[in-house]
């Protein structure tokens, strides 16, 4: 298990010094990682307002990307009645949202306990859309990860670190994004919830975009590994952006990843996801290069009764995310 923290250590100006000047290689981010108490931990709040989910639970998943609006995407999803809710691209502390902690604000809205974990510590502000919506001129913590939302509060919870060579941070594996500087990588949350028919685990997970299909099979497999370590014989959904399709040019076609296959072979099923692509343009990334399929659900020894794409669009026209929500209703067989 992961410690649970009440707030997440922040990086000092010393080690924001230190990260910004060190060489960008994975030996030296691996070093930092390390130093970086948060990278480790995870942060919990709330309190929810269920002893134990139904057996049969509805589940939101949803790339909110940063969570612009978070009170305003908690009530979007409030009419399909989540009992879990699965986010990525969460920020907590970044100009470009206020300084805010979107999950905690997101769950307070929902009632509902919440996990959160980081996926990078931002060292800027961000691409040119995403500062037009920054306060100030810089970041209070710099998180950005995962999160997850109950009805009940978890009974365990993990962290599951998906790669640590510095995917965005390393020139020595890929291209540095000189504009998205950041310590990190891609990462998932599990969480042990009890049910009236028995503990389930539910995984909130984020892979990665800027590589191929080969290096997306890596990370799934082990996250399928470590699940099985946390959650032995036990019900699982996995819910996220699996950016499936992504850098696999000329076509992009999800249908090109090996994930799939995968999964099946450890005895998992995709069913529970709604047909449908999941992006569309948005305020942060308003000309898309495409639209792609890149959000899942992946069930072990659950049923899917319903399915659901939810668009990112509200009442007034306004696109909260670049990502429409799935959404499913499950079963415990």
């Known amino acids: 298990m992961t410690e649970v923290l009440d707030s997440l250590p922040p990086v000092s100006p010393e080690m924001q010094a230190r990260i910004k000047a060190a060489s960008r290689t994975a030996a030296a981010h691996r070093a930092l ?4 108490p948060a990278m480790a931990a995870l942060q919990g709040g709330g309190k929810g307002h269920l002893e134990a989910l139904a057996s049969s639970v509805s589940v939101v998943a949803w790339n909110v990307e940063r969570c612009l609006f978070p009170e305003d995407t908690a009530g979007h999803i409030l009419p399909l009645a989540p009992q879990v809710v699965l986010l990525s691209e969460v920020d907590h502390g970044m100009a ?23 996926e990078f510590h931002e060292l800027d502000l961000g691409g040119p859309t995403e500062q037009a919506f920054c306060t100030d001129d810089f970041n209070l913590f ?8 109950s009805a009940v509060p978890p009974e365990r919870v993990t962290l599951i670190r998906l790669d640590d060579h510095g995917h965005w941070f390393a020139s020595d594996e890929v291209p540095a994004d000189p504009d ?24 909130s997970t984020h ?20 699940i099985d370590a946390f959650a032995p014989d036990m019900p699982v959904l996995i819910g996220g952006d699996l950016n499936t399709g992504n850098h696999l040019p000329p076509d992009f076609d999800w249908q ?27 305020l942060i990334t308003p000309h898309p290069d495409r ?3 890149l959000d899942w659900f992946c069930t072990r020894d659950m049923r899917a009764t319903e399915s659901w794409l939810l668009s990112s669009v509200d009442q007034n026209g306004r696109p909260l995310s670049d990502h429409d929500a799935v959404w499913c209703r499950v079963g415990l067989d």
């Not at 710099?142 to 939302?149: F, K, M, R, V």
Request: with cysteine.
């Open 33 to 36: 990682m390390a130093e970086v």
């Open 180 to 203: 998205q500087p950041r310590l990190g990588g891609r990462m998932a949350i599990a969480a042990v919830l009890p049910t009236e028919a028995g503990p389930i685990c539910v995984v």
């Open 96 to 118: 470009r949202t206020g300084q805010r902690h979107t999950t905690e604000e997101m769950a307070a809205a929902l009632d509902m306990a919440y996990v959160f974990g980081v």
């Open 291 to 293: 639209q792609m399929k």
């Open 207 to 226: 892979l990665e975009s800027n590589a191929d299909a080969a290096h997306r099979h890596q990370q799934f497999d082990r996250l399928l590994r470590a």
């Open 256 to 282: 090109r990843e090996t994930l799939f296959d995968l999964a099946r072979s450890h005895g998992y099923d995709w069913s529970a996801t709604p047909d449908g692509v999941t992006t569309r343009p948005s």
């Open 142 to 149: 710099g998180w950005h990860g995962n999160a997850i939302l």
